[in-house]
């Protein structure tokens, strides 16, 4: 049955549930989800998973919950991987007492002769470059990550995050970085992590003529990523001056600062010379983690400047939809033991056509109307006017919004109700409000209370 689960859903799907620490329930799945599939979808593919055994169910009804049955394949065992890349993970999964202590390896940087040698080759590159190119290619830089904009904010921080154990969904994400709204029972520096990647892709998205492989990009995207969550308030932005360590790794980084130094400026100065935007990508990928330039945060640099260059030309985004935490890990204890790359290009190669799928599905958002917003068009209508009206700043309509759901739509409707409202709230603008009788001067009070919020 599981066969008939297209392979990529079929694996976004063990992704969730084998990096879940307990049992799930249908919506807190949905929202974990990187390709999204309607609730009955979910649920039919679910059933099919339970009687195949590769999932198991607890609890009845409305509290039915799902997790992966013992021995079922997860997602990084069922992960599209070469024999290079099989064998290399293979390597990094024996256990630390079995892998050999290295240090850092200086000729791996120093033997990189950019446009020469090739971590990517011209075929593959070609080929992400064809499927990759928006159809704002010719238009100024940035101009397709603006189109995008607020997807990609929420897509790229909440993935990046997860990579790095940040336990928030996308929906969680999503809310706190539209509506400040932080989860209930989680940490505080999940919060500050997200909300920090915000930061930084805001700051390449916006200053695009400006940012590149140059010490005053990697540098402030660093202090940008780092805010607020290492012990030396100075810390962000620094080069690092002390010894760091890779926990779970036989790897120790270099520990000279005055080698870092030149290494982060060789880093940069090939990064800056290499011509084609994918080879300048995923260099970054390999080389910045693997100097651990920063006192830590360094992977999460890595993931946000490899979309410099795409952002740049206009390509589609790397946003790391659907890769397994585990899998992405391994993948840089390759680099770090090995000086293997081929895990992390597998790594690299689904992640981007995975992006590909998702932003072409955003760019054509628009199909047929939407049988739940025609259900609950009268009251979507309400509660849009009255937060308008009120006039509401974004904390507000959070606060309202709640209960007014909880005294007017059915419970099992509520949180996708929710999530319409505030999707339409973030799309307002002068050519639209109408449809809610709203009147102009109502409208840009509303405005002025919203932004600055």
Not at 15 to 34: F, G, N, P, T
Not at 56 to 84: I, M
Not at 202 to 228: C, K, P, S
Not at 282 to 302: M, S, W
Request: with cysteine.
């Amino acid at each position: 049955m599981a066969r008939e689960v297209p392979l990529t859903e079929h694996n976004d799907l063990l992704r969730v549930l084998s990096e879940a620490k307990h049992a799930l329930s249908v919506s807190e799945i949905h929202d974990l989800l990187a390709i999204k599939v309607a609730r009955r979808t979910l649920q039919s593919r679910l059933k099919m998973l339970v009687e195949d055994m590769i999932i198991t169910r607890e609890g009845q009804v409305r509290s039915t919950k799902y997790r992966l049955a013992e021995g079922a394949p997860n997602a990084e065992e069922t992960f599209p991987l070469s024999d290079a890349g099989s064998a290399g993970l293979e390597r990094v999964s024996q256990n630390i007492a079995a892998r050999n202590p290295t240090g850092y390896n200086q000729t791996f940087l120093e033997e990189y002769a950019p446009n020469n040698t090739r971590y990517l080759s011209s075929e593959l590159t070609d080929e992400l470059a064809k499927l990759g190119t928006a159809d704002t290619h010719e238009q100024e830089a940035g101009t397709y990550a603006k189109q995008i904009f607020q997807r990609l904010l929420v897509d790229l921080a909440w993935n990046s995050s997860r990579l790095e154990g940040n336990t928030y969904s996308l929906l969680d994400t999503r809310r706190l970085i539209d509506f400040g709204e932080a989860a209930e029972g989680k940490d505080q520096r999940e919060a500050q992590m997200i909300l920090n990647h915000k930061d930084a892709i805001e700051f390449l998205v916006r200053n695009v003529d400006d940012t590149g492989f140059n010490r005053y990009t990697i540098q402030n995207l660093h202090a940008l990523l780092a805010n607020n969550l290492l012990p030396d308030p100075a810390a962000p932005g620094r080069l690092r001056t002390i010894a760091v360590g890779i926990e779970g790794s036989a790897f120790h980084p270099l520990e000279n600062p005055h080698v870092i130094v030149n290494n982060f400026d060789a880093i940069l100065e090939k990064a800056t010379a290499i011509i084609d935007p994918f080879e300048q990508a995923f260099f970054v990928l390999v080389h910045l983690p693997y100097l651990q330039p920063f006192e830590d945060v360094n992977k999460r640099v890595a993931r946000i400047a490899a979309n410099i260059p795409l952002i740049r030309t206009n390509l589609v985004p790397l946003s790391f939809d659907g890769v397994p935490q585990g899998l992405y890990t391994k993948s840089v204890l390759a680099i770090y033991e090995n000086n293997d790359i081929s895990l992390l290009r597998d790594v690299f190669v689904f992640a981007y056509r995975r992006s590909i799928q998702t932003y072409a599905a955003v760019r054509q958002s628009l199909g047929e109307p939407d049988p739940f917003r025609i259900k609950y068009r009268v009251e979507l209508s309400d509660v849009v006017s009255q937060i308008v009206t009120a006039p509401m700043s974004r904390e507000g309509a959070v606060a309202f919004l709640k209960p007014w759901c909880a005294e007017n739509i059915p419970q099992e409707d509520r949180e996708e109700f929710r999530t319409i409202v505030e999707d339409e709230l973030l799309a307002l603008h002068e050519g639209n409000f109408a449809r809610y009788s709203v009147r102009p001067s109502e409208f840009q009070a509303w405005q002025t209370v919203w932004k600055l919020s």
